[in-house]
């Protein structure tokens, strides 16, 4: 069975500071990983998805790594903005399989 | 592209009611997937449909809880009977044809924005 971990739960920090969120995952037999993000009382929005034969993927500010062997994933934000405060929320999908399996998240507040 | 509709977006029911919850699926996508979120948890899978198939329920509470996705019309959630236990976020997911794992990115899922379930 997959189990994912996100840590921290919650994090706060300035304006303009860089967030490293972190995610590990227990079965290393991925197809994928994919980063949401989740504002509250809405949906979630896919940020990155790095495929198991990738190590990174990078969108503007955003930054995901992938680690197989060593099951970790983590996503870097550079320069916070107040509108980055979102959940984020880690899920992998195993090899052969259609289910993903979700971290609880991770809680950022960007303070202005 | 509307993208995944689900409907209600707020649902509120008393102990007893039903419950039934409606997505649609992005256009050219023929599988549905359901997922709960309970407070302060990670999303759990549910239910894995197909046009008129359910091919993977394994996620589903045993009692109370029904899925379908008919050749016509939008994926349901029925929940019967709503225990408080119920009050959740229910996100509904699509893919096109999702194929072998190992074959290709089409199993990459689109979500809606969820339906929240208040039992009072």
């Known amino acids: 069975k997959q189990e994912v971990t996100q840590i921290p739960a919650a994090l706060s920090v300035p304006e303009g500071e860089n967030l490293v969120l972190n995610c590990s995952f227990t079965?290393?037999?991925?197809?994928?990983l994919q980063w949401f993000r989740q504002d509250p009382g809405k949906g979630l929005t896919s940020l990155l998805l790095?495929?198991?034969?990738?190590r990174e993927q990078t969108s503007g500010r955003l930054n995901a790594s992938l680690d197989k062997s060593s099951g970790r994933s983590t996503l870097y934000i550079a320069a916070s903005q107040p509108g980055d405060s979102a959940t984020y929320l880690c899920?992998?999908?195993?090899?052969?399989?259609?289910?993903?399996?979700f971290g609880a998240g991770t809680t950022v507040t960007v303070r202005a | 592209n509307a993208g995944v509709m689900q409907n209600p977006r707020h649902l509120v029911r008393r102990r007893g009611q039903e419950a039934r919850l409606r997505c649609s699926p992005m256009?050219?996508?023929?599988?549905v997937y359901w997922y709960r979120q309970l407070p302060e948890e990670g999303l759990k899978f549910m239910v894995y449909?197909?046009?008129?198939?359910?091919?993977?329920e394994s996620g589903m509470p045993k009692e109370r809880f029904s899925a379908e996705f008919p050749k016509e019309g939008p994926s349901i959630l029925r929940i019967q009977q709503v225990v408080r236990g119920d009050s959740a976020a229910y996100f509904c997911?699509?893919?096109?044809?999702?194929?072998?794992?190992?074959?290709?990115?089409?199993?990459?899922?689109?979500f809606g924005a969820g339906s929240r379930l208040t039992v009072l």
């Open positions: 079965d290393s037999a991925i197809y994928n």
């Open positions: 449909l197909q046009k008129e198939n359910i091919i993977d």
């Open positions: 997911a699509s893919s096109p044809d999702p194929g072998p794992a190992a074959s290709s990115g089409a199993n990459v899922l689109t």
């Open positions: 790095i495929q198991s034969s990738q």
């Open positions: 899920a992998v999908l195993r090899s052969n399989d259609y289910k993903l399996s």
């Open positions: 256009k050219g996508h023929s599988h």
